[in-house]
């Protein structure tokens, strides 16, 4: 802003003090148009820069195509602005088939855990059956509807929870972590959005015995 002063006030005595003033501001236009651009380069390649870091919650953009298992189990971890230290926790498993060269989903369930020791499931598992294709490079969406995690397992207020929501995720190249974002919103216990600042981020496991009482799950893509 300050350059743009300068080249400013160097216009304006310009335009007193020399016989061309037209040629001085069709440069000066020409000179404008130049930085603009060239700001709006930076620009680009920062904000590119933030979503290969994975610092805009997505997977960083490692250019791979899917070629690994997808089917086993996951260490999933929901984190939300609402729930600010603490991280509702997932084992989460995946059945899928390969046809025609391409996987897709057939089956998704999501176990909740409890707060104070992560090898213990509490309640109903969250079940959605049917064929959810996964992209070469490794994302999928599925659409859960209305879900239902109980109290001992919401670690911020015990209560019950109730919420309508989409996952979109994002493999890795060897399958051994996913991440994305959650959409939809909270029904219980109380009504707001979870479409901006969700994310889950899930290590692959080989089951609840591989998993301590105390284990935290991954959070986020840049959790990794």
């Known amino acids: 802003m300050m350059r743009y002063s300068v080249v400013f006030l160097c216009l304006s005595l310009f335009l007193t003090a020399c016989p061309d003033p037209e040629g001085k501001y069709n440069r000066y236009m020409e000179e404008s148009a130049k930085s603009d651009a060239l700001l709006r380069k930076d620009q680009a390649i920062e904000d590119q820069s933030m979503s290969d870091d994975g610092l805009d919650g997505t997977m960083p953009a490692d250019q ?11 260490f999933l971890g929901l984190y ?13 498993e995946i059945q899928s088939t390969k046809t025609d060269g391409k996987n897709q989903i057939t089956k998704l369930s999501l176990q909740p ?11 109903d598992p969250i079940v959605i ?45 060897d399958c051994s972590f996913m991440c994305g974002k959650v959409v939809g919103d909270l029904i219980l216990p109380f009504a707001t959005s979870l479409t901006d600042n969700t994310t889950f981020g899930a290590d692959r496991v080989s089951g609840l015995d591989a998993l301590m009482p ?3 799950p991954k959070k986020a893509c840049d959790d990794r």
């Open 80 to 92: 939300s602005y609402l729930y600010l230290t603490n991280r509702i926790a997932f084992l989460t």
């Open 64 to 74: 791979f195509i899917l070629s690994c298992d997808p089917n086993g189990q996951y």
């Open 214 to 216: 105390m284990d935290q």
């Open 113 to 123: 855990l409890n707060c104070s020791d992560r090898t213990k499931a509490e309640g």
């Open 129 to 173: 059956e049917g064929n959810f294709p996964i992209a070469d490079d490794g994302s999928f969406e599925i659409a859960l509807g209305e879900v239902n995690v109980t109290g001992p397992a919401n670690c911020q207020t015990g209560r019950e929870i109730k919420a309508d929501i989409t996952l979109q995720a994002q493999l890795n190249a």
